[in-house]
């Protein structure tokens, strides 16, 4: 029976293991968002996240130097350490945790590894707003279990899918992005979708949001047999 088996080693040494997690910690503090499997984006997560709450408990000078110190010993990288006291730290000041968003990208072509993207959502550059900028000005709040379940069928929005040309995977990386209701798809412009999509790195390239808003606004409304009609006239999304 196999035993002690919570942790993921990542199939290596402990050695080898945190030397990983050292490199993607340090490159995803430095470039905010970086691509890798699935099982090594979990892994960064529990890694990376008590360290950046590290940057919180300065109460004192002796904290601040300790904390360093502490930070430095997981990273090894002074570069990376300077970048997550001096500008990620007064990002993530008002959040209470969860610092970092993983969204699944598919298969990987040649070893068929789930590839992902985990960056830190307070430095979403595309939709940013509410969640760095506006959110560091706001103090923290204290968060309770009740009513878990009615936000979350809430934060769940429309079922993108029924627009013509968005799959699930364009779906979920819309929603991550902020556009989780047809309301959302039709107020942003085929350019704000193009970039989401380009943005996650995943393999949207034959992807052509044009009418993706028209569409969401016909469902929005509720008009679903002027939508239908729509789509019948064109084909993966795109005019015929």
């Known amino acids: 029976m196999r035993h ?5 080693n990542l199939s290596r040494t402990a050695s080898h293991r945190k030397a990983l997690l050292m490199n993607l910690g340090c490159q995803l503090i430095t470039y905010k968002r970086i691509t890798t ?4 984006a979990k892994a960064l997560r529990t890694y990376i996240e008590p360290l950046i709450t590290k940057t919180k408990h300065t109460e004192s000078k002796e904290q601040i130097m300790h904390n360093h110190r502490l930070v430095f010993s997981h990273l090894n990288d002074k570069s990376a350490v300077k970048e997550l006291f001096t500008v990620v730290a007064p990002k993530v000041a008002s959040r209470p ?7 699944k990208l598919g298969a990987r072509v ?3 590894a789930e590839l992902a993207m985990i960056e830190l959502v307070d430095f979403n550059e595309i939709y940013g707003k509410g969640i760095g900028e506006t959110a560091a000005a706001e103090p923290a709040k204290k968060t309770r279990r009740a009513g878990g379940a009615k936000k ?5 929005g429309d079922n ?14 819309l929603a991550a992005a902020g556009l989780a209701t047809f309301a959302d798809i039709a107020a942003a412009t085929p350019e704000q979708i193009k970039s989401i999509l380009d943005a996650s790195e995943g393999n949207f390239n034959a992807a052509d949001p044009t009418t993706w808003p028209q569409q969401a606004q016909l469902a929005a409304d509720g008009k679903m047999d002027e939508l239908k009609a729509l789509q019948d006239e064109l084909k993966g999304g795109k005019e015929a």
């Open 110 to 112: 040649g070893d068929n």
């Open 37 to 40: 499997t699935l099982a090594k």
């Open 97 to 103: 945790g969860g610092y970092t968003r993983i969204i």
């Open 4 to 8: 002690g088996n919570k942790k993921n």
């Open 160 to 173: 993108l899918k029924l627009i013509e040309g968005i799959g699930p995977k364009a779906a979920e990386v």
């Open 152 to 156: 979350k069928a809430a934060a769940k």
